[in-house]
């Protein structure tokens, strides 16, 4: 591995070391006991929910709303929409106590937990009926290409998503190095920023002769082929530690194993569309240790972010 792809690697570990300084100034405390036993805290105050996500689509918060609503309704919560401008946000959001509920990448998850992060992760969403969680990221090069797997990607103008991706990056890193590939230094690599724009350059075929993307984006345009995929650990809803232990509670029991039947028989009928049925069927519930892969290829890749 070269050192280069090392450093570039290494980049999110200084956002890491503000989020933990951000951490010690950005709490807002209120009344109440969390899970840690500590005085409570809510992200704004104790009648509204801060819900974290990094819109890696244009349609992120349209496909989160039945379900912010229900979370809402269950509660008697008011539920804030926050959108982070990238992954590397989101994790300083959530190390500094700004979110209370949160929609993460596997390796935002663990790369947040090394910084100090207290969130405990409860459910990954699943898409169709006898699904487990998880998602393919799926290496694509533009239809009628010439590239027909991964070892074709040397040399080429290579979209990845984010530096902190887990299926935009992470996986697709690890997998190129496998083939025996420097991700930086054997292709040229383009960040797309969102996995839809990832997609959509390779179908174009200019800025990017190949590159990489979650499989729900990727399944919405015919102008793509897949040429590899490697099956990701399901990004996980987590809910903050320091909400006080009977809404964390709750938020867990609402979150852990909800179907959309239940969110549209308990009166959401947004959840009751095409948009929302195409991205969520029901939730599956996780832990910490589902997460020990993506830990595992931390290390494999010396992603020394990821060690905290």
Do not use: W
Request: aromatic letters at 8%; one cysteine or more; proline letters at 4%.
């Amino acid at each position: 591995m070269s050192t280069r792809f090392t450093r570039s690697l290494l980049a999110l570990a200084g956002v890491g070391a503000l989020a933990v300084t951000l951490a010690a100034c950005s709490s807002t405390a209120e009344a109440g006991t969390s899970t840690s036993g500590e005085t409570a805290s809510f992200a704004v105050d104790e009648n509204t929910l801060v819900f974290g996500v990094v819109p890696d689509s244009v349609d992120t918060e349209t496909n989160y709303q039945p379900l912010m609503d229900y979370i809402a309704q269950e509660t008697g919560k008011t539920v804030e929409y926050h959108e982070s401008t990238d992954y590397a946000a989101l994790i300083e959001a959530a190390v500094a106590g700004k979110i209370d509920v949160a929609s993460f990448s596997g390796f935002t998850y663990v790369t947040a937990k090394n910084n100090g992060a207290a969130i405990t992760p409860v459910s990954s969403i699943i898409t169709a009926e006898g699904q487990e969680p998880g998602y393919y990221s799926q290496a694509i090069v533009p239809t009628g290409s010439d590239i027909t797997d991964l070892a074709g990607f040397e040399g080429k103008k290579v979209c990845f998503v984010d530096p902190s991706s887990t299926s935009g990056y992470l996986f697709p890193s690890y997998n190129l190095l496998e083939e025996g590939i420097d991700p930086e230094t054997d292709v040229t690599p383009v960040f797309a920023g969102k996995h839809d724009v990832s997609v959509t350059k390779v179908g174009e075929g200019v800025e990017c002769d190949a590159g990489f993307a979650e499989d729900s984006e990727v399944a919405k345009s015919d102008k793509v082929t897949v040429v590899a995929e490697t099956m990701v650990p399901g990004a996980p809803i987590v809910v903050s530690d320091t909400l006080p232990e009977e809404l964390k509670t709750q938020l867990t029991g609402i979150l852990a194993e909800v179907s959309i039947d239940d969110i549209i028989a308990s009166g959401i009928d947004s959840a009751d569309s095409d948009g929302f049925r195409s991205v969520f069927y029901a939730t599956s519930p996780v832990d910490d240790a589902y997460y020990d892969t993506i830990r595992d290829i931390c290390e494999k890749t010396n992603a020394e972010q990821c060690q905290g």
